[in-house]
């Protein structure tokens, strides 16, 4: 059973930043890639970021792009957003999902975690 359980979470001002973990268990995550996803009060949850676990290749949604900087530590097995600038637009509840592979769907999600940012 693959687990992802995210953290890191909080209320932060507006040019602040977060870093969230989303650490992995129940499988071996090496050929996986993770992404970050997001979703506002009703809004569709949209894609921010991801990693290919075992090249460290990472993509980005515009948005997000020289403020966000996904990572990760294979040893820990735990993926991290590190969000610079934050804007009140950020807010959102933020996930970790994982995949098989690029040609598959994301399959295991986390529970998410609350992101809220002041103006």
């Known amino acids: 059973q693959v687990q992802l359980v995210e953290s890191g979470g909080g209320l932060v001002q507006a040019g602040g930043s977060l870093r969230l973990s989303c650490a992995a268990s129940?499988?071996?995550?090496?050929?996986?890639?993770m992404g970050w996803f997001r979703q506002a009060p009703g809004k569709e949850r949209e894609f921010v970021g991801g990693?290919?676990?075992?090249?460290?290749?990472?993509h980005y949604t515009d948005s997000v792009k020289g403020r966000f900087t996904i990572s990760g530590d294979n040893a820990k097995n735990t993926v991290y957003l590190q969000m610079n600038s934050l804007k009140p637009e950020d807010t959102a509840v933020y996930y970790c999902?994982?995949?098989?592979?690029?040609?598959?769907?994301?399959?295991?999600w986390g529970q998410g975690t609350q992101v809220t940012v002041s103006s």
């Open positions: 999902a994982a995949r098989r592979s690029l040609l598959s769907a994301y399959a295991y």
């Open positions: 129940g499988r071996t995550f090496s050929n996986y890639a």
């Open positions: 990693i290919i676990w075992n090249s460290g290749n990472t």
